[in-house]
């Protein structure tokens, strides 16, 4: 904050708008910065999710396909308890008054996304920034 008696002081005084847009970024400086965010944090088309496997060879064993298994079961557990919390009216915090549903850490335990961007579900097995 400025100090009383300062030229910063004055200006913000006299014309708070113009004050205030000294203090922000560039326009070209933000859509840079956005759009580097966006290209670094596209996801592949090809994107595998936890609990997904992109290939049923990946091991023969026993003990792992059945632990594998037990794990995705959860998941689809997990994903059960986030869809009906979601649904549940008296859980105001889980959708809010823009009535777009919680999906953080969603599993989605559905088949792959093979849109290429950003929706919302599924936890990949590798990560963007």
Same mark, same amino acid.
């Given at each position: 904050?400025?100090?009383?008696?300062?030229?910063?002081? &004055?200006?913000?005084?006299?014309? +708070? &708008?113009?004050? =205030?847009? @000294?203090?922000?970024?560039?326009? =070209?400086?933000? +859509?840079?910065?956005?759009?580097?965010?966006?290209?670094?944090?596209?996801?592949?088309?090809?994107?595998?999710?936890?609990?997904?496997?992109?290939?049923?060879?990946?091991?023969?064993? &026993?003990?792992?396909?059945?632990? =594998?298994?037990? =794990?995705? @079961?959860? +998941?689809?557990?997990?994903?059960?308890?986030?869809?009906?919390?979601?649904? &549940?009216?008296?859980?105001?915090?889980?959708?809010?008054?823009?009535?777009?549903?919680?999906? +953080?850490?969603?599993?989605?335990?559905?088949?792959?996304?093979?849109?290429?961007?950003?929706? *919302?579900? *599924?936890?990949?097995?590798?990560?963007?920034?």
């Amino acid at each position: 904050m400025s100090e009383p008696g300062t030229k910063e002081y &004055d200006e913000l005084k006299n014309d +708070l &708008d113009l004050a =205030f847009l @000294k203090t922000i970024t560039a326009q =070209f400086q933000t +859509l840079l910065g956005v759009s580097l965010i966006e290209v670094l944090s596209r996801h592949a088309t090809d994107e595998i999710y936890l609990g997904q496997r992109d290939t049923a060879e990946w091991t023969t064993e &026993d003990e792992p396909l059945a632990a =594998f298994e037990r =794990f995705g @079961k959860k +998941l689809v557990e997990i994903e059960s308890r986030i869809m009906e919390r979601n649904n &549940d009216s008296k859980l105001k915090n889980r959708v809010g008054p823009v009535k777009v549903s919680y999906t +953080l850490l969603y599993p989605n335990t559905s088949d792959y996304s093979r849109d290429g961007g950003l929706t *919302g579900k *599924g936890i990949p097995n590798s990560i963007s920034i």
